[in-house]
């Protein structure tokens, strides 16, 4: 494990916008509006009392597992029956599944890749990231109303066998044993077309229930901003004859220091260039390694960035957290991992543009982070 290490470089004075500023993220060519307000120190947020309950009843506590479907995964360390207590991390399916596989169908994913869609016309349509309207293999009835069943898998990791809300609370190694088992069932779905981890914490970040976990969406179809992702870094990797897009990124973010909140051997935090959020992180791998879910770094650091959080933003924090890795075929690909505390709602303008509004420079946010951690 990498020891964490001080930046000792005296950090730039971060930018003092005086004027709101675009900026265009370097992954997925998204544009941002970084508009300081007045608003923009960490008391300045009230992200709403957060008080979790004692887990009275929690289907996701030891002891409980015969509230949830039978688990699809769990770490005993010392063995122990399935759906029995005695583990460290458990998956189950999720209840409310946004996508799953039918009852009866296929479990073979090239017959899945087959299935017809609803409106007639080639899977490929929704196998690619591009719009099903301008794609459809009907060029003369392009599909108005496409779509086809949502096929896939839902799956809930519980990372704790104790009702624990955030998993700032967790030691090293718990968290460490979470990490495990999210990797271990991306592997697991290694055959879907992209497979999203996802965490969400804090009644504010979409968790509907209290005790920590994380979920898993093994999709047959590439979403559109990672698409984008991998688009971009294969053309910069083709037009620099090998070089990976976000390790070039790191690697001049290493060398500013105004947006880097802290490096160890194995990867580095910063607050990125066209953040979306306040206090927005990214937690990159120094070395380009393509998917997560096949390196075993990063958990370290990701426990101090979610205490630093913590810290600043109230016990327990509220916020979410998400894995790039690289979809299905893709060899270059540099994974990272992204973590904002849920400070405020989305409004309007950020639906009707998907263009966000971050009144909080990431420099700013980098210097109070770099503090904290
Ligand atoms: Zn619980």
Redesign the pocket.
């Known amino acids: 494990m990498g020891r964490p290490r001080k930046i000792l470089r005296p950090a730039p004075e971060p930018a003092d916008l005086s004027s709101p500023e675009v900026r265009i993220d370097q992954l997925t060519g998204g544009r941002v509006l970084v508009a300081p307000g007045r608003a923009g120190r960490p008391d300045d947020f009230t992200a709403g009392d957060w008080r979790p309950s004692t887990?009275e009843g929690?289907p996701?506590?030891e002891g409980n597992e015969s509230a949830t479907p039978p688990e699809t995964e769990a770490e005993r360390p010392d063995s122990g029956e399935a759906n029995g207590p005695g583990w460290v991390s458990r998956t189950v399916p999720n209840l409310y599944p946004a996508v799953s596989r039918p009852e009866g169908e296929a479990d073979d994913p090239e017959a899945v890749r087959k299935l017809p869609d609803r409106a007639g016309a080639e899977s490929s349509a929704f196998s690619s990231p591009a719009d099903p309207l301008l794609a459809s293999g009907r060029g003369s009835e392009p599909d108005m109303f496409a779509s086809r069943p949502a096929v896939g898998a839902h799956e809930v990791i519980i990372n704790s066998p104790e009702?624990v809300a955030s998993i700032a609370d967790l030691d090293d190694a718990a968290l460490a044993a979470a990490a495990r088992a999210w990797r271990s069932r991306m592997r697991a779905h290694q055959d879907s077309a992209y497979v999203q981890l996802i965490l969400n914490q804090g009644p504010a970040s979409g968790a509907s229930l209290e005790?920590s976990h994380a979920q898993l969406g093994a999709m047959e179809f590439v979403p559109p901003a990672v698409a984008r992702e991998r688009e971009r870094v294969g053309a910069y990797r083709e037009r620099t004859a090998g070089a990976s897009l976000l390790g070039e990124i790191l690697r001049e973010e290493i060398r500013r220091g105004d947006r880097l909140v802290a490096i160890d051997d194995e990867v580095a935090l910063v607050c990125p260039w066209a953040s979306r959020h306040p206090y927005e992180m990214r937690l990159i791998p120094r070395r380009p390694i393509a998917r997560f879910e096949e390196d075993e770094g990063g958990v370290e650091m990701l426990g101090r960035a979610v205490r630093a959080l913590t810290g600043l933003f109230g016990d327990p924090c509220q916020l979410n957290l998400w894995v790039r890795t690289a979809p299905r075929g893709v060899e270059h690909f540099h994974w990272h991992l992204d973590l904002i505390p849920r400070l405020e709602p989305a409004s309007a303008f950020e639906m009707a543009t998907g263009v966000d509004i971050n009144i909080v420079t990431p420099e700013s946010a980098a210097e109070t982070l770099r503090d904290a951690l």
């Open positions: 887990g929690c996701f506590c009702h005790h």
